[in-house]
């Protein structure tokens, strides 16, 4: 949060490293700059910081960041801003390539920019790179596409920069306290940083718009130059989250880089102790240890030799993990609790070992199933859910594991149709899970595309209840493209007589009404827009109440909009009027033609809506 500061300028989207050399930039380049420049002057971002930190009930950010109420605070002078500019410099340029060359003339040469423009805007990157959900939009100003496998050389020193600065961080939070005294742990503001860089490096590596082995590369060398010893543990840590989940898939070469890392990270001469498993650090302390058992399973599957032993560092640790694994040692019970990380260490050190993974998996199993021995009733079912620092100290692969059990566990039971209950922890740990943005793909991607509809086509009513009910009370952090996608699964879900149950019924119009009262301004402008072509799916042909709340939003969306625009066009060489707006809102007449067909609004409403809203429904053409 804060303000919002770069040493040139705050120019949106100018050259980066690696379009230096090219004779034209990507399309947007200069003309998002030069509209982003002026963002300061309509958002008063001083005031960014300490107004929408508190949200409506008084709860500070770190407090309340998972409520529906404070995302929409906090984010509305930050995101928001930054997504209704994407979208207007997006319009702005293909009306500017559309009018501004007539046929035959040459686009050639350079466009009269103030120079400073032109520099590589490096703090501007890492900035939108260090904000959660920013990679979207990151992938959008560097021109990345996922079906196009584009390494981009800014990306990754961007990556190295930010991984430098948390660590910094750490190494100042954890060496001394308020009270003069050294500390142990990072401050939980600091720990969200590590999870989400995390959660960037993956996603990026992931695509290939990033290489894992030159990153940790230059990892190294920056490291070698600065001698960081605090966040060490979290350095590993993420390079485990992504190591634990691609080495089966990758190269050994691909991650030999690493061992040159414990090199500057480790220089002790004696052992390092087995950190207490009580805390939850404990698997961040043990991530170095976990890495080195991945890289040797790897290298013993490939018939090769690591080049270099075990650090002397690591024996103790490297002892105790295997002595965990022993045959003598199988005989002992592994407990999941909130006390203890015991099963999610070695889950995260043998996660490529099915041999060794499956006793602590059944655990964690176990834990929210109940016990497989029985007749499984209500009673027997688990309530406690695996808490959400037990969930953190799992790596990604674990948790991919774990959310596959999970659903197909719910699938087994659905298609059964034994009328079993399933259990209040299963259902608990899953809404925890689907909020992780490095597992969407086994996450909210298949909760909406594989789940809901295997569980609709067996008819098991009573799960499918269960499940909108959770997405209703307990996912409140799930991204606005996906609710829209839920949306038209529900309203085509509705359309069905397949079932009498009016209780059944009234939960899919409710879940379908949060989702469209959910979406914010920004979210109708950038998400609806999505379905063009498509826009029967976002209409009800069951439930006028649920048109006429879609109708509200998008007027409200619209008033917004209109306002915010207003306010940029004074600061503009060439004002825009409201009008030109209206083109870059979702197909509204065509949107709201099927609404207007069997719904009416009253005289008094509509003096209120915005113009296109007001038009749709008197001409929607």
Same mark, same amino acid.
């Not at 030069?34 to 960014?48: E, I, P, Q, V």
């Given at each position: 949060?804060?303000?919002?500061?770069?040493?040139?300028?705050?120019?949106?989207?100018a050259?980066?490293?690696?379009?230096?050399?090219?004779?034209?930039?990507?399309?947007?380049?200069?003309?998002?700059?030069a509209?982003?420049?002026?963002?300061?002057?309509y958002?008063?971002? $001083?005031?960014?910081?300490?107004?929408?930190?508190? +949200?409506?009930?008084?709860?500070?950010?770190?407090? %309340?960041?998972?409520?529906?109420?404070?995302?929409?605070?906090?984010?509305?002078? +930050?995101s928001?801003?930054?997504?209704?500019? $994407?979208?207007?410099?997006?319009?702005?340029m293909?009306?500017?390539?559309?009018?501004?060359?007539? &046929?035959? /003339?040459?686009?050639?040469?350079?466009?009269?920019?103030?120079?400073?423009?032109?520099?590589?805007?490096?703090?501007?990157?890492?900035?939108?790179?260090?904000?959660?959900?920013?990679?979207?939009? &990151?992938?959008a =100003?560097?021109?990345?596409?996922?079906?196009?496998?584009?390494?981009?050389?800014?990306?990754?020193?961007?990556?190295?920069?930010?991984?430098?600065?948390?660590?910094?961080?750490?190494?100042?939070?954890?060496?001394?306290?308020?009270?003069?005294?050294?500390?142990?742990e990072?401050?939980? #503001?600091?720990? $969200?940083?590590?999870?989400?860089?995390?959660?960037?490096?993956?996603?990026?590596?992931?695509?290939?718009?990033?290489?894992?082995?030159?990153?940790?590369?230059?990892?190294y060398i920056? =490291?070698?130059d600065?001698?960081?010893?605090?966040?060490?543990?979290?350095?590993?840590?993420?390079?485990?989250?992504?190591?634990? %989940?691609?080495?089966?898939?990758?190269?050994?070469?691909?991650?030999?880089?690493?061992?040159?890392?414990?090199?500057?990270?480790?220089?002790?001469?004696?052992?390092?102790?087995?950190?207490?498993?009580?805390?939850?650090?404990?698997? /961040?302390?043990?991530?170095?240890?976990?890495?080195?058992?991945?890289i040797?399973k790897?290298?013993?599957?490939?018939?090769?030799?690591?080049?270099?032993?075990?650090?002397? @560092?690591?024996?103790?640790?490297?002892?105790?993990l295997?002595s965990?694994?022993q045959p003598?040692?199988?005989?002992?019970?592994?407990?999941?609790n909130?006390?203890?990380?015991?099963?999610?260490?070695?889950?995260?050190?043998?996660s490529?070992?099915?041999?060794?993974? #499956?006793?602590?998996m059944?655990?964690?199993?176990?834990?929210?199933?109940?016990?497989?021995t029985?007749?499984?009733?209500?009673?027997?079912?688990?309530? @406690?859910?695996?808490s959400?620092?037990?969930?953190?100290?799992?790596t990604?692969?674990?948790?991919?594991?774990?959310?596959?059990?999970?659903?197909?566990?719910?699938?087994?039971?659905?298609?059964?149709?034994?009328?079993?209950?399933?259990?209040?922890?299963?259902?608990?740990?899953y809404a925890?899970?689907?909020?992780?943005?490095?597992?969407?793909?086994? %996450?909210?991607?298949?909760?909406?595309?594989?789940?809901?509809?295997?569980?609709?086509?067996?008819?098991?009513?009573?799960i499918?209840?269960?499940?909108?009910?959770?997405?209703?009370?307990?996912?409140?952090?799930?991204?606005?493209?996906?609710?829209v996608?839920?949306? +038209?699964?529900?309203h #085509?879900?509705?359309?069905?007589t397949?079932?009498?149950?009016?209780?059944?019924?009234?939960?899919?119009?409710? @879940?379908?009404?949060?989702?469209?009262t959910?979406?914010?301004?920004?979210?109708?402008?950038?998400?609806?827009?999505?379905?063009t072509?498509?826009?029967?799916?976002?209409?009800?042909?069951?439930?006028?109440?649920?048109n006429r709340?879609?109708?509200?939003?998008?007027?409200?969306? =619209?008033?917004?909009?209109?306002?915010?625009?207003?306010?940029?066009?004074?600061?503009?060489?060439?004002p825009?009027?409201?009008?030109?707006?209206?083109?870059?809102?979702?197909?509204? /007449?065509?949107?709201?033609?099927?609404?207007?067909?069997?719904? +009416?609004?009253?005289s008094?409403?509509t003096?209120?809506?915005?113009?296109?809203?007001?038009?749709?429904?008197?001409?929607?053409?």
């Amino acid at each position: 949060m804060g303000n919002f500061y770069c040493d040139h300028g705050p120019g949106y989207h100018a050259f980066f490293h690696g379009y230096e050399n090219q004779q034209h930039p990507p399309p947007g380049l200069h003309q998002m700059a030069a509209l982003f420049s002026y963002r300061g002057k309509y958002l008063d971002l $001083s005031n960014c910081g300490s107004e929408s930190r508190k +949200t409506s009930t008084g709860a500070t950010w770190e407090e %309340g960041r998972l409520s529906q109420t404070s995302h929409a605070i906090v984010w509305r002078d +930050t995101s928001a801003a930054f997504l209704f500019l $994407s979208r207007e410099i997006r319009d702005f340029m293909a009306e500017w390539q559309q009018h501004c060359y007539p &046929a035959g /003339a040459s686009d050639q040469g350079s466009l009269p920019y103030d120079k400073e423009l032109l520099k590589p805007q490096n703090r501007l990157l890492r900035y939108i790179l260090e904000q959660p959900y920013s990679r979207d939009m &990151a992938c959008a =100003i560097l021109g990345l596409q996922k079906q196009h496998k584009l390494r981009c050389a800014a990306l990754e020193e961007r990556l190295v920069e930010l991984i430098l600065a948390a660590m910094e961080r750490t190494e100042v939070e954890m060496g001394q306290t308020l009270d003069g005294q050294s500390s142990d742990e990072a401050l939980p #503001s600091t720990l $969200s940083l590590w999870q989400h860089l995390s959660t960037q490096l993956i996603f990026f590596v992931l695509f290939q718009f990033a290489s894992f082995p030159v990153i940790v590369t230059n990892l190294y060398i920056k =490291i070698s130059d600065v001698k960081l010893f605090k966040g060490r543990d979290f350095l590993m840590w993420i390079l485990l989250q992504f190591i634990s %989940g691609s080495i089966q898939k990758n190269p050994l070469s691909d991650f030999l880089p690493v061992l040159r890392l414990y090199d500057v990270l480790y220089p002790e001469k004696e052992p390092l102790p087995v950190p207490d498993m009580t805390k939850p650090v404990a698997t /961040a302390q043990m991530s170095a240890t976990c890495i080195w058992i991945h890289i040797l399973k790897k290298a013993q599957g490939e018939n090769q030799t690591l080049p270099r032993p075990l650090p002397s @560092t690591l024996k103790n640790q490297y002892d105790y993990l295997q002595s965990m694994v022993q045959p003598s040692s199988s005989q002992i019970p592994l407990q999941v609790n909130d006390h203890c990380y015991r099963v999610a260490l070695l889950c995260n050190a043998y996660s490529t070992n099915q041999e060794h993974f #499956s006793r602590p998996m059944a655990a964690l199993v176990e834990a929210i199933h109940g016990s497989t021995t029985g007749t499984p009733t209500a009673n027997l079912s688990p309530t @406690t859910p695996l808490s959400v620092q037990c969930l953190d100290s799992l790596t990604v692969h674990t948790k991919m594991s774990l959310i596959h059990n999970i659903v197909t566990h719910i699938m087994k039971v659905a298609q059964s149709k034994s009328n079993q209950n399933l259990a209040p922890a299963l259902i608990e740990t899953y809404a925890r899970l689907l909020v992780y943005m490095e597992i969407e793909s086994l %996450g909210i991607k298949g909760f909406i595309s594989q789940l809901l509809p295997a569980v609709y086509k067996s008819q098991a009513w009573g799960i499918l209840h269960t499940l909108l009910e959770m997405f209703c009370y307990r996912l409140h952090h799930i991204q606005p493209h996906y609710r829209v996608q839920l949306l +038209t699964h529900l309203h #085509s879900l509705a359309t069905n007589t397949h079932t009498s149950s009016a209780q059944l019924h009234l939960c899919v119009e409710m @879940t379908s009404l949060r989702l469209i009262t959910g979406f914010n301004s920004v979210d109708v402008q950038t998400q609806l827009s999505r379905v063009t072509g498509e826009t029967k799916s976002l209409v009800s042909t069951e439930s006028e109440e649920l048109n006429r709340a879609l109708v509200l939003t998008i007027a409200r969306a =619209i008033h917004v909009g209109v306002l915010a625009l207003q306010k940029v066009s004074k600061h503009l060489p060439t004002p825009t009027v409201p009008h030109q707006f209206l083109k870059r809102v979702p197909p509204t /007449a065509d949107l709201l033609q099927p609404v207007r067909q069997n719904h +009416t609004f009253t005289s008094t409403p509509t003096l209120y809506f915005p113009f296109p809203c007001n038009l749709a429904r008197v001409n929607p053409n």
